[in-house]
Protein backbone atom coordinates (compact mmCIF):
# COMPACT_ATOMS: atom_id res chain seq x y z
CA UNK A 1 0.00 0.00 0.00
CA UNK A 2 1.10 3.28 -1.19
CA UNK A 3 2.11 6.33 1.82
CA UNK A 4 -1.10 7.94 0.04
CA UNK A 5 -3.06 4.93 -0.26
CA UNK A 6 -2.42 4.69 4.02
CA UNK A 7 -3.27 7.95 4.29
CA UNK A 8 -6.69 7.82 2.75
CA UNK A 9 -7.31 4.49 4.32
CA UNK A 10 -6.50 6.13 7.95
CA UNK A 11 -8.80 9.63 6.94
CA UNK A 12 -12.01 7.20 5.76
CA UNK A 13 -11.28 4.64 9.14
CA UNK A 14 -11.64 7.85 11.78
CA UNK A 15 -14.18 9.63 9.64
CA UNK A 16 -12.13 12.86 8.89
CA UNK A 17 -12.53 15.18 5.68
CA UNK A 18 -9.54 16.01 3.49
CA UNK A 19 -10.61 19.57 4.50
CA UNK A 20 -9.97 18.89 8.10
CA UNK A 21 -6.38 17.01 7.53
CA UNK A 22 -5.19 19.98 5.62
CA UNK A 23 -6.53 22.59 8.19
CA UNK A 24 -4.82 20.38 10.49
CA UNK A 25 -1.39 20.34 8.67
CA UNK A 26 -1.39 23.65 7.41
CA UNK A 27 -1.87 22.40 4.01
CA UNK A 28 -4.39 23.27 0.97
CA UNK A 29 -7.18 20.68 0.79
CA UNK A 30 -5.80 19.73 -3.06
CA UNK A 31 -2.47 19.18 -1.58
CA UNK A 32 -3.88 16.07 0.17
CA UNK A 33 -6.27 15.04 -2.78
CA UNK A 34 -3.62 14.73 -4.69
CA UNK A 35 -1.34 12.67 -1.83
CA UNK A 36 -4.23 10.24 -1.82
CA UNK A 37 -4.04 10.18 -5.75
CA UNK A 38 -0.38 9.27 -5.64
CA UNK A 39 0.38 11.81 -7.61
CA UNK A 40 2.83 13.75 -5.21
CA UNK A 41 4.10 12.79 -1.53
CA UNK A 42 4.28 14.64 1.95
CA UNK A 43 7.42 15.77 2.34
CA UNK A 44 9.83 14.03 5.04
CA UNK A 45 9.29 16.51 7.25
CA UNK A 46 5.94 16.56 7.32
CA UNK A 47 6.08 12.33 8.67
CA UNK A 48 5.69 13.17 12.27
CA UNK A 49 2.51 15.52 12.15
CA UNK A 50 0.80 13.01 10.08
CA UNK A 51 1.64 10.30 12.00
CA UNK A 52 0.70 12.34 15.19
CA UNK A 53 -2.44 13.17 13.53
CA UNK A 54 -3.60 9.85 13.07
CA UNK A 55 -1.96 8.02 16.10
CA UNK A 56 -0.08 5.87 14.35
CA UNK A 57 3.59 5.15 13.83
CA UNK A 58 5.97 6.45 10.72
CA UNK A 59 6.41 3.06 10.02
CA UNK A 60 2.20 2.67 9.36
CA UNK A 61 2.35 5.55 7.48
CA UNK A 62 5.41 4.24 5.08
CA UNK A 63 3.79 0.71 4.70
CA UNK A 64 6.35 -0.77 6.77
CA UNK A 65 4.32 -1.71 9.95
CA UNK A 66 6.39 -4.96 11.36
CA UNK A 67 2.68 -6.85 13.00
CA UNK A 68 0.88 -5.81 10.04
CA UNK A 69 3.91 -7.39 7.94
CA UNK A 70 4.41 -9.97 9.86
CA UNK A 71 0.37 -10.81 10.08
CA UNK A 72 0.05 -10.69 6.04
CA UNK A 73 3.07 -12.86 5.66
CA UNK A 74 0.66 -15.52 8.05
CA UNK A 75 -1.77 -15.04 5.76
CA UNK A 76 0.18 -15.81 2.81
CA UNK A 77 1.73 -19.16 4.15
CA UNK A 78 -1.91 -20.16 5.11
CA UNK A 79 -3.08 -19.17 1.46
CA UNK A 80 0.00 -21.48 -0.08
CA UNK A 81 -1.46 -24.52 2.61
CA UNK A 82 -4.09 -24.57 -0.27
CA UNK A 83 -1.99 -25.62 -3.01
CA UNK A 84 -0.04 -28.04 -0.96
CA UNK A 85 -2.96 -30.03 -0.01
CA UNK A 86 -3.54 -30.41 -3.63
CA UNK A 87 0.01 -30.83 -4.40
CA UNK A 88 -0.02 -27.94 -6.58
CA UNK A 89 3.67 -27.15 -6.50
CA UNK A 90 3.29 -24.31 -9.04
CA UNK A 91 0.63 -22.72 -8.33
CA UNK A 92 2.37 -22.41 -5.10
CA UNK A 93 5.50 -20.70 -6.79
CA UNK A 94 3.64 -18.47 -8.80
CA UNK A 95 1.70 -17.14 -5.93
CA UNK A 96 4.74 -16.83 -3.83
CA UNK A 97 6.94 -14.57 -6.74
CA UNK A 98 4.60 -12.26 -6.51
CA UNK A 99 4.01 -11.95 -2.85
CA UNK A 100 7.81 -11.43 -2.65
CA UNK A 101 7.40 -8.12 -5.09
CA UNK A 102 5.42 -6.69 -1.62
CA UNK A 103 8.10 -8.75 1.04
CA UNK A 104 11.26 -9.35 -0.83
CA UNK A 105 13.05 -9.56 2.02
CA UNK A 106 10.99 -12.05 4.16
CA UNK A 107 13.23 -15.36 4.41
CA UNK A 108 9.96 -17.87 5.21
CA UNK A 109 8.15 -16.74 1.83
CA UNK A 110 11.99 -16.99 0.26
CA UNK A 111 12.56 -20.35 1.64
CA UNK A 112 8.72 -21.69 0.59
CA UNK A 113 9.38 -20.36 -2.71
CA UNK A 114 12.84 -22.67 -2.64
CA UNK A 115 10.68 -25.64 -1.30
CA UNK A 116 7.86 -25.32 -3.52
CA UNK A 117 10.08 -25.27 -6.47
CA UNK A 118 12.31 -28.21 -5.62
CA UNK A 119 9.47 -30.25 -5.20
CA UNK A 120 7.98 -28.87 -8.48
CA UNK A 121 11.34 -29.07 -10.44
CA UNK A 122 13.17 -32.51 -8.74
CA UNK A 123 10.38 -34.30 -6.89
CA UNK A 124 7.95 -34.36 -10.04
CA UNK A 125 10.78 -34.94 -11.98
CA UNK A 126 9.68 -31.80 -14.21
CA UNK A 127 13.50 -30.59 -14.31
CA UNK A 128 14.09 -33.20 -17.46
CA UNK A 129 17.44 -32.06 -18.73
CA UNK A 130 20.92 -31.61 -16.93
CA UNK A 131 20.54 -27.72 -18.36
CA UNK A 132 17.48 -27.86 -16.63
CA UNK A 133 18.61 -29.26 -13.52
CA UNK A 134 21.58 -26.86 -13.21
CA UNK A 135 19.48 -23.55 -13.70
CA UNK A 136 16.85 -24.82 -10.95
CA UNK A 137 19.56 -25.98 -8.43
CA UNK A 138 20.95 -22.50 -8.98
CA UNK A 139 17.83 -20.73 -8.62
CA UNK A 140 16.55 -23.19 -5.22
CA UNK A 141 19.91 -22.61 -4.02
CA UNK A 142 20.03 -18.66 -4.04
CA UNK A 143 16.67 -18.34 -2.65
CA UNK A 144 18.13 -20.64 0.60
CA UNK A 145 21.00 -18.33 0.67
CA UNK A 146 19.63 -15.03 0.44
CA UNK A 147 17.06 -15.91 3.13
CA UNK A 148 19.90 -16.82 5.55
CA UNK A 149 20.80 -13.47 4.97
CA UNK A 150 17.68 -11.64 6.19
CA UNK A 151 17.41 -13.72 9.53
CA UNK A 152 18.34 -12.33 12.87
CA UNK A 153 21.15 -13.25 14.85
CA UNK A 154 18.42 -14.25 17.42
CA UNK A 155 15.91 -16.25 15.42
CA UNK A 156 15.91 -19.74 13.99
CA UNK A 157 17.49 -20.14 10.73
CA UNK A 158 16.63 -23.76 10.16
CA UNK A 159 14.45 -23.70 7.85
CA UNK A 160 16.25 -22.47 4.60
CA UNK A 161 19.42 -25.14 5.87
CA UNK A 162 17.25 -28.27 5.80
CA UNK A 163 16.09 -27.18 2.51
CA UNK A 164 19.34 -27.00 1.24
CA UNK A 165 20.82 -29.98 2.95
CA UNK A 166 17.75 -32.36 1.34
CA UNK A 167 18.56 -30.67 -2.19
CA UNK A 168 21.99 -31.36 -1.43
CA UNK A 169 21.48 -34.92 -0.48
CA UNK A 170 18.61 -36.19 -2.61
CA UNK A 171 18.64 -34.15 -5.91
CA UNK A 172 22.35 -32.79 -6.42
CA UNK A 173 23.96 -36.13 -4.29
CA UNK A 174 26.56 -33.79 -2.77
CA UNK A 175 27.24 -35.01 0.56
CA UNK A 176 30.38 -32.86 1.29
CA UNK A 177 27.92 -29.71 1.26
CA UNK A 178 25.23 -31.09 2.85
CA UNK A 179 27.81 -32.25 5.85
CA UNK A 180 28.96 -28.91 5.55
CA UNK A 181 24.82 -27.05 6.39
CA UNK A 182 24.52 -30.40 8.78
CA UNK A 183 27.22 -29.19 11.04
CA UNK A 184 25.93 -25.25 10.86
CA UNK A 185 22.82 -26.67 12.70
CA UNK A 186 22.59 -26.59 16.59
CA UNK A 187 23.25 -29.77 18.58
CA UNK A 188 19.86 -29.37 20.80
CA UNK A 189 19.32 -32.22 23.93
CA UNK A 190 15.28 -30.70 23.80
CA UNK A 191 13.14 -29.03 21.70
CA UNK A 192 9.99 -27.06 21.52
CA UNK A 193 7.30 -30.27 21.42
CA UNK A 194 8.73 -32.01 24.96
CA UNK A 195 7.20 -28.85 26.51
CA UNK A 196 4.39 -27.92 24.38
CA UNK A 197 1.94 -30.12 26.20
CA UNK A 198 3.45 -28.91 29.56
CA UNK A 199 1.72 -25.14 28.75
CA UNK A 200 -1.68 -26.63 28.73
CA UNK A 201 -4.15 -28.73 30.51
CA UNK A 202 -7.04 -31.76 30.33
CA UNK A 203 -7.37 -32.68 26.96
CA UNK A 204 -6.19 -29.81 24.77
CA UNK A 205 -2.69 -30.96 26.96
CA UNK A 206 -3.12 -34.89 25.92
CA UNK A 207 -3.43 -33.90 22.41
CA UNK A 208 -0.40 -31.29 21.87
CA UNK A 209 1.93 -34.23 23.79
CA UNK A 210 0.12 -37.24 21.58
CA UNK A 211 -0.25 -34.78 18.24
CA UNK A 212 3.84 -33.30 18.53
CA UNK A 213 5.35 -36.42 19.83
CA UNK A 214 4.03 -40.11 18.97
CA UNK A 215 2.47 -38.48 15.63
CA UNK A 216 5.70 -37.13 14.53
CA UNK A 217 8.00 -40.22 16.21
CA UNK A 218 5.69 -42.73 14.00
CA UNK A 219 6.60 -40.40 10.83
CA UNK A 220 10.24 -40.04 12.21
CA UNK A 221 10.27 -44.18 12.57
CA UNK A 222 9.23 -44.78 9.27
CA UNK A 223 11.50 -42.33 7.33
CA UNK A 224 14.59 -43.96 9.44
CA UNK A 225 13.14 -47.71 8.31
CA UNK A 226 12.93 -46.72 4.89
CA UNK A 227 16.21 -44.92 4.40
CA UNK A 228 18.24 -48.10 5.89
CA UNK A 229 16.12 -50.31 3.51
CA UNK A 230 17.69 -48.30 0.87
CA UNK A 231 21.20 -49.14 1.51
CA UNK A 232 23.16 -51.40 -0.96
CA UNK A 233 24.88 -53.26 1.66
CA UNK A 234 21.69 -55.19 2.41
CA UNK A 235 20.22 -58.25 0.66
CA UNK A 236 16.47 -58.45 -0.74
CA UNK A 237 15.78 -60.79 2.29
CA UNK A 238 16.88 -58.04 4.61
CA UNK A 239 15.36 -55.44 2.89
CA UNK A 240 12.08 -56.98 2.84
CA UNK A 241 12.58 -57.90 7.03
CA UNK A 242 13.51 -54.21 7.08
CA UNK A 243 10.37 -53.08 5.81
CA UNK A 244 8.08 -55.68 7.40
CA UNK A 245 9.89 -54.76 10.87
CA UNK A 246 8.45 -50.85 9.68
CA UNK A 247 5.01 -52.20 8.80
CA UNK A 248 4.54 -53.98 12.39
CA UNK A 249 5.62 -50.94 14.00
CA UNK A 250 3.00 -48.66 12.74
CA UNK A 251 0.37 -51.68 13.57
CA UNK A 252 1.47 -51.51 16.69
CA UNK A 253 1.61 -47.95 17.52
CA UNK A 254 -1.64 -47.08 15.39
CA UNK A 255 -3.47 -50.28 17.25
CA UNK A 256 -4.21 -51.67 14.03
CA UNK A 257 -6.10 -48.70 12.87
CA UNK A 258 -3.09 -46.65 10.87
CA UNK A 259 -5.47 -43.93 8.98
CA UNK A 260 -3.02 -41.55 7.48
CA UNK A 261 -0.40 -44.16 7.90
CA UNK A 262 -1.93 -46.63 5.19
CA UNK A 263 -0.09 -44.12 2.91
CA UNK A 264 3.44 -45.29 4.24
CA UNK A 265 2.21 -49.04 4.35
CA UNK A 266 1.06 -48.98 0.42
CA UNK A 267 4.97 -47.91 -0.11
CA UNK A 268 6.72 -50.17 1.70
CA UNK A 269 3.93 -52.73 0.28
CA UNK A 270 5.08 -52.13 -3.62
CA UNK A 271 8.49 -51.97 -2.32
CA UNK A 272 8.04 -56.07 -0.73
CA UNK A 273 6.50 -56.89 -4.24
CA UNK A 274 9.72 -55.31 -6.03
CA UNK A 275 12.21 -57.39 -3.84
CA UNK A 276 10.14 -60.73 -3.96
CA UNK A 277 10.63 -60.08 -7.91
CA UNK A 278 14.10 -60.04 -7.50
CA UNK A 279 14.04 -63.50 -5.26
CA UNK A 280 12.02 -65.21 -7.42
CA UNK A 281 9.04 -65.42 -5.74
CA UNK A 282 6.14 -64.28 -8.10
CA UNK A 283 2.96 -65.34 -5.73
CA UNK A 284 4.60 -63.52 -2.94
CA UNK A 285 5.47 -60.90 -5.22
CA UNK A 286 1.62 -60.69 -6.64
CA UNK A 287 0.09 -60.90 -2.79
CA UNK A 288 2.10 -57.49 -2.07
CA UNK A 289 1.11 -55.43 -5.07
CA UNK A 290 -2.29 -56.09 -3.97
CA UNK A 291 -1.57 -55.04 -0.43
CA UNK A 292 -0.08 -51.92 -1.81
CA UNK A 293 -3.54 -51.28 -3.81
CA UNK A 294 -5.48 -52.10 -0.59
CA UNK A 295 -3.71 -49.63 1.37
CA UNK A 296 -3.45 -47.13 -1.10
CA UNK A 297 -7.35 -47.26 -1.18
CA UNK A 298 -7.86 -46.95 2.41
CA UNK A 299 -5.27 -44.11 2.72
CA UNK A 300 -7.06 -42.48 -0.21
CA UNK A 301 -10.75 -43.22 1.41
CA UNK A 302 -10.36 -42.39 4.70
CA UNK A 303 -13.10 -40.46 6.66
CA UNK A 304 -11.86 -36.76 7.16
CA UNK A 305 -11.24 -36.46 10.51
CA UNK A 306 -11.44 -40.24 10.96
CA UNK A 307 -10.20 -41.13 15.40
CA UNK A 308 -6.86 -43.83 15.76
CA UNK A 309 -7.91 -46.44 17.78
CA UNK A 310 -5.58 -46.91 20.92
CA UNK A 311 -5.88 -44.79 23.89
CA UNK A 312 -2.78 -43.16 23.56
CA UNK A 313 -3.51 -41.72 20.53
CA UNK A 314 -7.04 -40.89 21.60
CA UNK A 315 -7.50 -37.01 21.41
CA UNK A 316 -5.26 -37.72 17.90
CA UNK A 317 -7.66 -37.32 14.52
CA UNK A 318 -6.31 -38.02 10.61
CA UNK A 319 -7.47 -34.04 9.25
CA UNK A 320 -7.00 -34.18 5.63
CA UNK A 321 -5.85 -30.50 5.84
CA UNK A 322 -2.49 -31.50 7.51
CA UNK A 323 -1.49 -33.71 4.61
CA UNK A 324 0.96 -31.62 2.76
CA UNK A 325 1.18 -33.07 -0.60
CA UNK A 326 4.55 -32.71 -2.26
CA UNK A 327 3.05 -33.03 -5.97
CA UNK A 328 -0.67 -34.02 -7.66
CA UNK A 329 -0.42 -38.10 -7.96
CA UNK A 330 -2.65 -39.97 -5.61
CA UNK A 331 -1.49 -42.75 -3.44
CA UNK A 332 -3.33 -45.14 -6.86
CA UNK A 333 -0.38 -43.02 -8.86
CA UNK A 334 2.38 -44.36 -6.87
CA UNK A 335 1.74 -48.04 -6.85
CA UNK A 336 0.62 -47.80 -10.77
CA UNK A 337 4.08 -45.97 -11.47
CA UNK A 338 5.93 -48.47 -9.33
CA UNK A 339 4.23 -51.27 -11.36
CA UNK A 340 4.53 -49.83 -14.82
CA UNK A 341 8.34 -48.71 -14.06
CA UNK A 342 10.37 -51.20 -17.04
CA UNK A 343 13.35 -51.77 -14.29
CA UNK A 344 10.54 -52.99 -11.86
CA UNK A 345 9.31 -55.94 -14.23
CA UNK A 346 6.16 -56.28 -13.23
CA UNK A 347 4.59 -55.84 -16.63
CA UNK A 348 6.60 -58.36 -18.18
CA UNK A 349 6.57 -60.79 -15.84
CA UNK A 350 2.98 -60.97 -14.85
CA UNK A 351 1.29 -60.41 -18.48
CA UNK A 352 -1.65 -62.35 -18.95
CA UNK A 353 -1.55 -63.49 -15.73
CA UNK A 354 -5.25 -62.99 -14.09
CA UNK A 355 -4.88 -61.84 -10.70
CA UNK A 356 -2.20 -58.74 -12.04
CA UNK A 357 -4.93 -58.10 -14.45
CA UNK A 358 -8.14 -57.09 -12.14
CA UNK A 359 -5.45 -55.33 -10.23
CA UNK A 360 -4.16 -52.92 -13.38
CA UNK A 361 -8.08 -52.59 -14.43
CA UNK A 362 -8.90 -51.45 -11.11
CA UNK A 363 -5.84 -49.06 -10.37
CA UNK A 364 -6.67 -47.65 -13.96
CA UNK A 365 -9.56 -46.90 -12.72
CA UNK A 366 -8.54 -44.94 -9.94
CA UNK A 367 -5.28 -43.02 -11.24
CA UNK A 368 -5.48 -39.12 -11.83
CA UNK A 369 -6.94 -38.72 -15.63
Not at 104 to 122: D, G, H, K, M, V
Not at 354 to 365: A, I, P, Q, S
Request: hydrophobic share 35%; aromatic share 10%.
Amino acid sequence: MTIGATIRHLRQEQDITQEQLAEALGITSRAVSQWECDRTAPDISQLPALAYFFEVTTDRLLGVDIKRKEEEVQKILKHIQKYQEQGDQESAANYLREQLKIYPNEPELLTTLASALREYWFGQGKADTEELKREKSDEIIALCERALKYYKPTENNSFPKQQLIIHYIYDLHDKEKAREMVMSLPNVGCTREMFLGELYEGKEALERRQSALLWSFTQMLHNMFWNISCEDSYTYEQKIEILKANDALIDLITGGKPNFFHCELSLNAATEAKWYLKLGDEEKALDMLEAAYDHADKYETRPEGEKYAPCWLSELDDKQVYVHKTGPDTDYDSVYNIIIKPDNKFCETFAGNERFERLMEKLKGKISK
